[in-house]
């Protein structure tokens, strides 16, 4: 059974199954989150930060879903999974499926969202809507106690939900199936009557937000636009390095030399400044601006923005500029002997980096299901580099072979 299947089970039994809250009982704050399945950050609003807002206003809380009940035959998350607490209800809306998607089109429309702003976690509370792992964390907290204070806040209003939510019905008991863990595992109450061994460590309330499950081509649409973008770049790229081969071999074997092209140092000056951008993304955890294309965050929490799970890929790329622009320097102003050996360098780092992006830009569409513009642009840099760096490096080796 998959892992989402699991999680789903073992909620089922640790969460206590009691009536839906009414506000009659108090007030009560709904808000809707959106999410994707492939997000870190919906991943560490909804693992990390909401739960601690369950266990400050809830007491009673109860599972509802819309869609096919969870079970051996479906592996997919549900479009909706809802927490429904005595003080704080949640829906979770999984973006990803056309009923989500729908519903998160409806809510960007109705609340004249900007479109800096149409990224996920995108938590809507009233009239109110809030963006990122950082915002959502930082402002809903005390969103929730106004409303409290005021007497509650009802379901956003989003085209089409009020028909969604009709449709939710409660997860009821399931029998556990996987195996319990020994060694002093707590003891949790399902009812009065019964109580289950919990699996260790208990998972903290919420939905599985892996994209594990995902097929190549669900992965591709979760974000079809940029992922295509993704694509058409992944084939110019190998394209490039074609052309770049063809007329390596056909070119003739001269000495005379050929100077690099004006272009190569505002390049790298660009490719630096891309670079140094998602450095600073990827060791502060912060948001990124990823504009109207694509989903920069996802890509940047993903496990694939570190090296061997250590090195900021945007750091390596800041070294690899700055090590280009240096040898460049060396070019234009160093003797002969080293200006060959510099060209020389800057194609290979260039080559190189243009074999690693496409290995990353294979890996958005297919294999996160996300792409950054900012690693697309940085990717374009360093191919350009290459290219425009092709010529005067081959005459550069020819002459140091001759000598």
Known sequence: MNRLIRILIILAIIVPITTPASADDGPVVQAVLFYSPSCGHCHKVIQEDLPLLYEKHNTQEEWFFVGEPPGEETSEL????????DTLQILYINA????????????????????????????FIGETSLVGSIEIPELFPGLVDEALEQGGSPWPDILGLEEAIELLVPLQELEPTAEASTGGTPTVSVNPNETVTAVDPVPTPGVDFSADNLSVWEKFQLD?????????????????????????????????????HWAVPLLALLGLAVAGYLAFIESTGGDAVC????????????????????????????LSYIAILS????????????????????FLMAFFGTLFSIYLTFLEPFVIGATCAWCLTSAVVITTL?????????????????N
């Open 78 to 85: 549900p479009p909706i999974v809802g927490l429904m607490g």
């Open 96 to 123: 990803a499926t056309p009923l989500g998607s729908e519903l998160f089109g409806s809510a960007l429309l109705q609340f004249e969202v900007p479109e800096t702003r149409y990224g996920v976690p995108n938590l």
């Open 224 to 260: 079809p636009v940029g992922n295509s973008l993704s694509v058409i770049i992944l084939i110019g790229m190998i394209a490039s390095l074609a052309v770049m081969a063809v007329r390596w071999r056909d070119q003739k074997k001269t000495k005379k030399r050929a100077k690099l």
């Open 291 to 318: 504009g109207p294309v694509g989903d920069c965050n996802t890509v940047q929490q993903s496990e694939y923005a570190f090296l061997f799970g250590v090195v900021s890929v945007g750091l390596l790329g800041m």
């Open 327 to 346: 040898a460049w320097l060396i070019d234009r102003w160093g003797s002969e002997p080293l200006a060959d050996l510099a060209k020389i360098a800057i």
């Open 386 to 402: 290459m290219l425009l760096s092709a010529k005067p490096a081959k005459a550069a080796f020819y002459r140091l072979r001759s």
